[in-house]
């Protein structure tokens, strides 16, 4: 899918990323302010922003934030939401992560909050928050990932193939999905950007599946397909997932891995 598509997918349902639990109100959104322990002097810079809740959260500890996405319609909600909140040190600016218009060396932080499996390129996004970070500075990553191992053999393999069978499950719910990573994945990019001292950590959030699939007008015939992978998942899936059935409501579990890096100076 282009860039194109997932703007008009996301400009669709900007509204309802404002409004998802999921987003507005993770554990992730705190965890990420006691990690982090922001200054007040930090530039941020917000990548795929969405209905802007890391920018919001962030912003009261911080000099200013540049909160930023590929799509214009999140950005006016972003605005909006800093507006109403009295965040005047939060501005919006329309970037593709993968090739951000700013200058080398610009930002104390950057943050991305589940967003990244929508990303071509996950190698090049890194580069390129690397690229805008002071040395020293850190990249925040929080973002959805999939069972996998860098091990051989069958065990391994299982865990591969369960990884596989969630992103065909989130893609066919949401066709601007790329692809989520394993924790394993990320940290091999992490250090290919040139970040150290990572801490990674993950949890699990509890999703409904009537919600999950209202937020991108899942079709009918699509919402059978996927009640039938989540209640019929292989067992390293259903493992995974979690499914709980209550009456006619379905709920399921991802996992979210939080991975914060330090860009190492140039002496």
């Not at 598509?5 to 987003?23: C, K, L, P, W």
């Not at 329309?94 to 589940?114: G, H, K, M, Q, Y």
């Not at 929080?142 to 069958?154: A, E, F, H, I």
């Not at 996927?226 to 979690?242: C, E, G, R, S, W």
Request: glycine residues 6%; neutral net charge.
């Amino acid at each position: 899918m282009n860039k194109k598509q997932i703007q008009e997918i996301f400009g669709a349902s900007a509204d309802a990323y404002v409004t998802s639990e999921v987003h507005a109100k993770g554990a992730s959104l705190t965890r990420l302010v006691e990690l982090l322990q922001p200054q007040s002097d930090w530039r941020m810079l917000d990548v795929a922003t969405g209905g802007g809740h890391t920018a919001f959260i962030l912003a009261p500890h911080v000099a200013e934030v540049v909160a930023t996405d590929i799509t214009r319609e999140m950005l006016v909600n972003t605005a909006k939401g800093a507006t109403e909140r009295g965040l005047l040190n939060v501005s919006t600016d329309v970037a593709d992560a993968e090739n951000l218009p700013f200058p080398a060396a610009s930002f104390d932080v950057v943050t991305c909050r589940i967003a990244a499996h929508h990303f071509g390129d996950n190698g090049r996004f890194l580069s390129e928050a690397a690229r805008v970070l002071k040395p020293g500075g850190r990249m925040a990553l929080v973002d959805n990932v999939v069972p996998g191992s860098r091990l051989r053999g069958k065990k391994a393999n299982v865990k591969r193939e369960a990884g596989q069978y969630v992103n065909a499950f989130e893609k066919l719910r949401d066709p601007s999905h790329g692809r989520a990573l394993s924790v394993d994945e990320w940290l091999d990019l992490f250090v290919a950007a040139g970040f150290s001292d990572i801490h990674q950590e993950t949890h699990r959030k509890k999703m409904d599946f009537d919600s999950w699939t209202d937020r991108l007008h899942v079709t009918p015939d699509n919402r059978i397909r996927l009640k039938a992978m989540v209640l019929q998942a292989p067992t390293a899936v259903a493992d995974f997932l979690t499914p709980q059935t209550t009456g006619d409501r379905i709920a399921f579990y991802l996992t979210e891995a939080i991975i914060i890096g330090r860009l190492k100076s140039q002496d």
